[in-house]
């Protein structure tokens, strides 16, 4: 069991009690302090990493002071737009609208008030981007990003205790949350009690057994996250009589080098840059979505592909610590002639010739329009690449104020979700992923259910 009902005797006490030290975790315990409650982040890991560490960095905003100062012009609404676009429809559009409307809010009080290193991300736009929505740290890294989180958190005069995996809950029969059980690497076994409890603890790509039965379709991918996210949340929210939503929901990814597993920035791909198979040729529309595209690969003769680039679309993501991991792992290789580049995929020359002169004179299959991009020239760029799975993006429903939904839709006294562990905005499926939502929903949900635990433990 790991929802126990009597409650031992407890080592301590807190307040607001938060699971996870990712990026919702960290800003949660941001926004709960200022909100003047005492807080204490556990953290299953010997330092703070998880998929917040793995990821690029960049968290959308929109209308924020650095879009204004750089002149670039955007909205809560294009923002909301995008993500209800993407996600067809098939996402819950009241929490795609307040993450928006909060999402410059949430950027300026993390650059301004807490001394985050972003900035505006200017060289291309991710698919579906209506603006230019992206903020990074100056690596465009997510362990840059955690890095300020984490000390930022610790100014604030917050605990983050590692080593402390919450291996169960203590709630009555009315689902208050009493506290939590906590594991120590030597055995140990402590009971923390608390008023307010949020789960940061992100999804289930790290447990298989969940994966296969929520999302089959990529349980053989590789799995890019962090093996820590054993779907925690999900197990506990469904003992609870939580609802669960949108299991069937992942983030894929269409750019992920063999056999070193780095990630190409995917500026290679939305600047014109193509994907062909072990035949030399296009087999789908590359740029509706680095997420959909990695179950496109899987389908491949050899669950495989070569992205092709040039040095125009190379300048637009040269800057990215995931794609100079993959220059230095020695994945993406050079290429003067079609011959060369043919004889590196192992296809025929002729077939590779008749492809990119299709792309370079506007025959462009799979309704790709490639928006007056140049066509590729040589030297060519190319990457051998599989799809993989980053992260899940179904788990507890929650509402505006991130607290966490029985299945008859009433909420939960004292339990509050945000960033993997609570339903994404990516609908039913991982075509309905917008590159940077998943760090979207992790600050913007991590600050709200911050700011709720904060209000509600200080009315008791």
Known sequence: MSILREIPPLDVHVPVVIVGAGA???????????????????????RPQGNTALSGGQIPGAGTHLQKA??????????????????K??????IAERIAAESAKTVDWLVETHGLALSCMTG????????????????????????????????????IVCSATVTALYADDGGFIQ??????????????????????????????????????QIADAPYLGHAGNRGDAVIWGEELGASLKDLGSFQGHGAVCMPSMTRLGWGTMSEGGIQVNINGQRFSHENTGYSEQGLKIRSQPGGSAWAIWD??????????????????????????????????????????????????????????????KPPLQAPYL??????????????????????????????????????????????????????????????????????SAATLVRRT
Request: proline share 4%; with cysteine; hydrophobic share 40%.
């Open 179 to 216: 506290g939590v059980q906590i594991a120590r690497p030597d055995g140990a076994i402590e009971h923390i009690g608390c008023d307010a409890l949020v789960l940061a603890c992100n999804g289930f790509g790290g447990n298989a057994e969940l994966v296969r039965k929520y999302i089959p």
């Open 311 to 372: 040095s125009r679309c190379e300048a637009s993501v040269a800057a990215m610590h995931n794609h100079i991991d993959c220059w230095s792992q020695g994945a993406i290789k050079r290429f003067d002639t079609t011959a060369t580049l043919a004889q590196f995929i192992g296809c025929d020359e002729a077939a590779l010739v008749a492809t990119l002169k299709d792309v370079s004179e506007g025959r462009c299959a799979f309704g790709r329009n490639f928006g007056g």
């Open 124 to 159: 291309f736009r991710y698919p579906g981007h209506s603006a230019a929505h992206m903020h990074s740290p100056p690596h465009q890294s997510g362990a840059d990003l955690l890095a300020g989180l984490v000390n930022a958190v610790e100014r604030a005069g917050v605990d």
């Open 382 to 451: 190319c990457a051998k690449v599989t799809g993989a799975l980053f992260h899940t993006q179904g788990g507890l429903e929650v509402d505006t104020q991130a607290r966490v939904l029985r299945n008859d839709g009433t909420p939960f006294p004292n339990l509050f979700a945000g960033g993997g562990a609570a339903r994404g905005l990516s609908g039913p499926s991982d075509w309905g992923y917008l590159s940077g939502s998943g760090l979207l929903v992790a600050v913007n949900l991590g600050r709200i259910a911050g700011e």
């Open 70 to 87: 750089a002149g670039i012009e955007d909205t809560p609404a294009l923002l909301a737009g995008d993500l209800i676009a993407k996600a």
């Open 89 to 94: 429809g098939k996402c819950d559009a009241h």
């Open 24 to 46: 919702c975790g960290c800003v949660a315990a941001l926004a709960a302090k200022a909100g003047g409650a005492e807080v204490v982040v556990l953290e299953r890991d010997a």
